[in-house]
């Protein structure tokens, strides 16, 4: 699952983290997932996660050294399943080593990754955890191509790749028209039919039919078979608990 659930700073009323946090874990359970990517969650974010989730342990690094803007492309993954081989974080830029703003970026940008193995049959595979930025289009596209550099320089195994987040990018836009030569979209090669809404952005409300685009995606490398995609739309009380909708897949993994 990718969800970019939005970080808790400045929202108030049934916007406010103290009012939607529940409803996020809710939301995250809805659904037997064993990998979770989170776009956009603060430490204390991260933590109340976690301590809903027994089984889960969680990697990442801030994008930017501040103790209350700092976010976090975290990845959570079930230990009971998987063990931790490498984990790292590095940011959308041309200095991806050092805490940085990239090319024509609005804000600091990261892409987080781990490399985990299955407990029971010994095999590893990668998940990418992505947020790119709103606004910068040079950096969008410098990002996926940033990402595919960086993916052919650690996979020299060939490991099964999952890249999953927030690309802030719509379908029919460069970025993700270039990822698409290089990696398969999940929704488009998924065995069973695609379900829930085309978007996955719904500003907190119903104004669904206004916003009808994707900006969270799931890829995946040829290695990987994808049994079926689905937004989820869950609702609780009277606001969706994020802006955004999570994005589940079921993947069978060789």
Known sequence: MTYNIRLATGDKGLKSWSKRGGHVVKQMKEKGVDVYLLQEPLKHQIDYIQSNLKN?????????DDEYLGTYNAIFFNRNKFKLKEDETFWVSETPLLESKGWDASRVRIITYALLENRVTKDNF????????????ESKIKGVELLDEWIKKININNYPVIIGGDFNSKENTEPILWFKDHYRDTKTVSMTSPKGPLGTFNFFNDRTARHKYRIDYIFVNEN?????????????????PSDHYPLYVELTIP
């Open 56 to 64: 889960f342990s969680v990697v990442g690094k801030p994008r930017i």
């Open 224 to 240: 990987i078979k994808v049994k079926s995609y689905e937004v989820l739309q869950n609702k609780y009380g009277e606001m969706y």
């Open 126 to 137: 990668y998940v990418f955890n992505v947020h790119l930025d709103q606004q910068g289009s």
